[in-house]
């Protein structure tokens, strides 16, 4: 077994998980964009604000980091070295999408010190995803 297949062992559950996981984010992206007034209108009345006047640029973002990082996953399952540049473009889309949440609105005082818990992490895994895939293109896994 040569060094490469044994450093891409888990290669195929790495893959499965970020998947997973980029669906996850693919679905927050739908049910954040598609959130019925009705139901903004039941939120307290600060985080209502968060939904209100969103820049067409952070849904953009957020489109491109979510669906972005499905994409580039699914294509790094299949070993593609398109993979990189996609993960590269989601992981852009996650810090200008984040960007926005942090420094344009007031998110932190209305959800408090943990609302950064999830984006810290989301933004730890597309970095992970991205070198992952350059070090499997690295190693000759992707074509």
């Known amino acids: 077994m040569t060094n490469s297949k044994i450093a891409f062992k888990g290669f195929k ?18 049910y954040h964009t598609n959130m019925p007034v009705e139901e903004i209108a039941k939120l307290p009345i600060a985080e209502q604000a968060l939904y209100q006047n969103i820049p067409q ?3 953009i973002a957020f489109f491109i980091a979510t669906i972005g990082g499905l994409l580039g996953s699914v294509l790094l399952f ?30 932190i005082e209305v959800y408090g010190n943990g609302s950064v818990i999830l984006p810290i992490t989301i933004a730890l ?7 992952y895939a350059r070090k499997a293109d690295k190693a000759g896994f992707l074509s």
Do not use: E, P, Q
Request: charged share 10%; glycine share 4%; hydrophobic share 65%.
């Open 125 to 131: 895994i597309a970095i992970f995803l991205v070198w």
């Open 78 to 107: 299949l070993k593609k070295k398109l993979s990189i540049i996609v993960l590269i473009l989601s992981l852009i889309g996650v810090f200008v999408s984040f960007y926005y949440d942090f420094f344009k609105t007031n998110l």
């Open 13 to 30: 559950a790495i893959t499965i998980i970020a998947i997973l996981w980029n669906i996850m984010g693919a679905y927050s992206f739908y």
């Open 57 to 59: 640029w952070k849904i």
